[in-house]
T-cell receptor, first 113, second 115 residues
Framework: AQTVTQSQPEMSVQEAETVTLSCTYD???????LFWYKQPPSRQMILVIR??????QNATENRFSVNFQKAAKSFSLKISDSQLGDAAMYFC??????????FGTGTRLKVLA | DGGITQSPKYLFRKEGQNVTLSCEQN?????MYWYRQDPGQGLRLIYY???????QKGDIAEGYSVSREKKESFPLTVTSAQKNPTAFYLC??????????????FGSGTRLTVV
């Protein structure tokens, strides 16, 4: 079965520091898509970054970058220069190219001033 | 601005009642989805629709029903058969031509509580 595991229920980071959120997944597919979504206190899910499995280059979006290790089935999110507005739940999600996502259970990120 | 509107933001249901959650999008997306979010769990798919007048069950469809009479609208009815309906419900949409490769656009959610 395809699964997504986020083993860190909660993480904390000092403002302006860097934090890495972990995500592992299980699949037998070779072509798929991976995503990180942010859910702030407003509870609206916002797409942070996505990675296509056939691309070896790690995706980056401003202060957000991923470390995609296909063989290890690992997809971690690095947030650099953390800001107070980064405080949120972060969900890792896997998609094999169908209409269905498989979400992890989320990591709550606290940013300390 | 284009987006997804979910209403109401908060909804209270009495035992034995059916309630309907609204989801409207003006993004011209073909596909729409309903997810349920519970504490400590990831989002779980209830129903999805790729085109008007067609929809498919997700992983936890029991006790729920949907309709897709218009491209812009995908309402979710929580029936009395759903024994544990208290949860946060999220509606999402995506372009059909790209599947979900570009990611979903989500609404701001409806919090349903049984009273």
């Amino acid at each position: 079965a395809q699964t997504v595991t986020q083993s860190q229920p909660e993480m904390s980071v000092q403002e302006a520091e860097t934090v890495t959120l972990s995500c592992t997944y299980d699949t037998s597919e070779s072509d798929y898509y991976l995503f990180w979504y942010k859910q702030p206190p407003s509870r609206q899910m916002i797409l942070v970054i996505r990675q296509e499995a056939y691309k070896q280059q790690n995706a980056t979006e401003n202060r957000f970058s991923v470390n995609f290790q296909k063989a290890a089935k690992s997809f971690s999110l690095k947030i650099s220069d953390s800001q107070l507005g980064d405080a949120a739940m972060y969900f890792c999600a896997y998609n094999p190219g169908t209409y269905k996502y498989i979400f992890g259970t989320g990591t709550r990120l606290k940013v300390l001033a | 601005d284009g987006g997804i509107t979910q209403s109401p933001k908060y909804l209270f249901r009495k035992e034995g009642q059916n309630v309907t959650l609204s989801c409207e999008q003006n993004l011209n997306h073909d596909a729409m989805y309903w997810y349920r979010q519970d504490p400590g769990q990831g989002l779980r798919l209830i129903y999805y629709s790729q085109i008007v007048n067609d929809f498919q069950k997700g992983d936890i469809a029991e006790g729920y029903s949907v309709s897709r009479e218009k491209k812009e609208s995908f309402p979710l009815t929580v029936t009395s058969a759903q024994k544990n309906p208290t949860a946060f419900y999220l509606c999402a949409s995506s372009m059909a031509t790209r599947g979900v490769r570009g990611g979903y656009t989500f609404g701001s959610g409806t919090r349903l509580t049984v009273v």
